[in-house]
T-cell receptor, first 118, second 107 residues
Framework: DVKVTQSSRYLVKRTGEKVFLECVQD?????MFWYRQDPGLGLRLIYF???????EKGDIPEGYSVSREKKERFSLILESASTNQTSMYLC?????????????????FGPGTRLTVL | DAKTTQPTSMDCAEGRAANLPCNHS???????VYWYRQIHSQGPQYIIH???NNETNEMASLIITEDRKSSTLILPHATLRDTAVYYC????????FGDGTTLTVKP
């Protein structure tokens, strides 16, 4: 079974702090993703990475950065946390896309990190 | 990416089939339809996907219309543990999940 783990289930930080959210997958997947989930807004894609040191912006990258130094690890960084970044953060991974369609294979999600910024 | 439209919520009696619809009228020819579900306090879980043909696995069946503009996820014998939010997405390189359908299975 694919396993995607996230460093913390719950995290409380103060405004202005630098926050690191870590995600590790054990199935040698090329693609990794970071989402945030808020009531009424669904899951919104923040960033994704299709290879080591490669990244692309998703729908809401502002206020976030990412790092992928190793294939199995994808980090989400909040350079200066703000209260509007209080949310559930979900990491996912998948195999490389399906041929010419560009569609990703199915994604496997971690359990999520509930971040509260005070 | 094609957008999808799903009903906000649905109820289903335990033991009956749950049929969850999804409209994706702007889908293009090479885009797959994926279904996931999310049980409270967990990450989303992949259920099934399809391109043109109907698909079945141990969890569910997926019926895609001939024009591919809509699909239906079928849980043949819903149980209380199937209560969850179900997401239909069309994935062409980026995955953005909408609000999905909240399915409540009632005894």
């Amino acid at each position: 079974d694919v396993k995607v783990t996230q460093s913390s289930r719950y995290l409380v930080k103060r405004t202005g702090e630098k926050v690191f959210l870590e995600c590790v997958q054990d199935m040698d997947h090329e693609n990794m993703f970071w989402y945030r989930q808020d009531p009424g807004l669904g899951l919104r894609l923040i960033y994704f990475s299709y290879d080591v040191k490669m990244k692309e912006k998703g729908d809401i990258p502002e206020g976030y950065s990412v790092s992928r130094e190793k294939k199995e690890r994808f980090s989400l960084i909040l350079e200066s946390a703000s209260t509007n970044q209080t949310s559930m953060y979900l990491c996912a991974s998948s195999l490389v896309g399906r041929g010419t369609s560009g569609s990703f294979h199915e994604q496997f999600f971690g359990p999520g990190t509930r971040l509260t910024v005070l | 990416d094609a957008k999808t439209t799903q009903p906000t919520s649905m109820d289903c009696a335990e033991g009956r089939a749950a049929n969850l619809p999804c409209n994706h009228s702007t889908i293009s020819g090479n885009e797959y339809v994926y279904w996931y579900r999310q049980i409270h306090s967990q990450g989303p879980q992949y259920i099934i996907h399809g391109l043109k043909n109907n698909e079945t696995n141990e969890m569910a069946s997926l019926i895609i219309t001939e024009d591919r503009k809509s699909s239906t996820l079928i849980l043949p014998h819903a149980t209380l543990r199937d209560t969850a939010v179900y997401y239909c997405i069309v994935n062409a390189g980026k995955s953005t999940f909408g609000d999905g359908t909240t399915l409540t299975v009632k005894p």
